[in-house]
């Protein structure tokens, strides 16, 4: 059983885990460095640890140490005790949910690796907004995708604002990042998969038409909001695809795109 410590000093170094969660380019940097995320909310929390995920520390409002008895009974990790005011002065923000956890990140597979035991894939492009990253992944995860790759300038999937957004969903669904862009799509494809590239230009086949529910191996490849695909990155398509607009609509927000493309590229598969 982990011990619960109660602490009212915003310096205390055993809260450094914490500080600071606003700061965008800080966690950035010392998050993947240090190996570790936050896990924000008790459900996220829950699935965290239901995911495997080595729990560090826990950072938790009085209220909630009732409701999070039984994960600090099974964790042995410390439980810092903190007032509502303190854990603002800590983190930059009012902890609204109560409850943060600290978490180990594991080791991330490599593409190639990924891609042996998968058939639907969503590929990301420069997705730097972490919002976006959130709701993708819990599309992907909602609507029966296998795996997620990320081209190197992707934003963490790990970063609180994106498992929030997720649910926790970004647990659900193995990623994997491919180091060199777009020469790494050599690997997709070599592993059997037909790469579509999803844009709203008017030369690409309707999603529809292209039928990806019917293809053996399928990546679909998405890029960031407002931008879309790179040039380099729709050349090294196999198909471009578009969704069909009506009401003069040209284009989506990436988070819905995928949604609708991930629902066309799975349709017909039995879900758990």
């Not at 230009?201 to 999603?207: F, G, L, N, V």
């Amino acid at each position: 059983m982990a011990d619960i410590i109660t602490i009212d000093d915003p310096d205390d170094p055993r809260l450094h885990d914490y500080t600071g969660l606003t700061d965008v380019e800080l966690r950035r940097r010392r998050e993947p460095a240090e190996g570790l995320f936050i896990a924000e909310g008790e459900k996220v929390i829950r699935r965290a640890r239901h995911a495997g995920y080595e729990m560090r520390s826990m950072l938790l409002s009085a209220k909630w140490v009732d409701v999070m008895r039984d994960v600090i009974d099974e964790a042995p990790a410390p439980v810092y005790a903190v007032s509502p005011d303190l854990a603002e002065r800590v983190t930059g923000y009012h902890v609204h949910r109560g409850a943060l956890a600290s978490m180990q990140r594991k080791p991330l597979p490599s593409a190639a690796e990924l891609l042996r035991s998968t058939r639907r894939v969503a590929v990301m492009e420069a997705v730097n907004d972490h919002t976006n990253i959130g709701a993708i992944f819990r599309s992907a995860a909602a609507l029966g995708m296998d795996a997620v790759l990320l081209s190197p300038d992707c934003a963490d999937p790990l970063y609180r604002r994106s498992v929030k957004v997720s649910m926790g969903a970004v647990f659900s669904v193995p990623y994997a990042r491919l180091e060199t862009w777009p020469r790494d799509l050599e690997t997709v494809r070599g592993a059997g998969f037909r790469i579509l590239a999803l844009t709203p230009d008017e030369k690409a086949t309707s999603i529809d038409a292209a039928a990806p529910h019917r293809l053996e191996r399928v990546a679909l490849m998405l890029g960031a909001e407002g931008e879309g695909l790179s040039t380099r990155a729709l050349m090294a398509a196999d198909e471009w695809v578009r969704i069909p607009m009506a009401h003069g609509i040209d284009s989506l927000n990436v988070g819905a795109a995928a949604a609708v493309s991930f629902y066309a590229v799975t349709a017909g598969r039995p879900q758990d």
